[in-house]
């Protein structure tokens, strides 16, 4: 969806709004359809849509990131540096090593491509996704159900091992 009264711009954080499901959309659809409701509202929503989305939720990361880029760079002529030069990819690697962690604090309610929670998912949908979730899937069996068979500890153990951070 495209407004033709929003400046979509070619620099900084507006390039962001070329991403497959930007950001600057999503907000102005919501706001223009929930004019009366308070920003606090509209953010729980806007979350909600984000954990489902993961188009959405990159592109409020790159537009996130791109805003503090842009933020940082006239004040201090250039971003903060330590002793090694910090470029761009490292910024967004950081960040998506945070988000990751904020995303998988409780992988079984992390909702699945069905609409059920991973705890409530069996082996076979597990498959269907992909990924690491048919280490999930070996262990709990194409009919077992997630949450009978792992615990929060036993999911966090197989994500780390699926999702180790390889050091540069």
Known sequence: MVYADVDRGKVGAKRASYQKRNFRDIALKLLIDNPDVDVESLANEFTELLTKDQDAFRSLAIYGLQNVKHSLTPIRGGLPRTSAIVTENEIIHQ???????????????FIMPSGKTLAQSTGAECTKVGGWFKLIARKVGSR?????????????????ESHTVKSR
Do not use: M, R, S
């Not at 077992?144 to 197989?158: A, F, R, S, T």
């Open 95 to 109: 960040a998506a090593t945070t988000i990751t962690k904020k995303v998988t604090d409780n992988l079984l309610q």
């Open 144 to 160: 077992g159900i997630v949450g009978n068979k792992l615990n929060e500890q036993d999911l966090q153990k197989l994500f780390k």
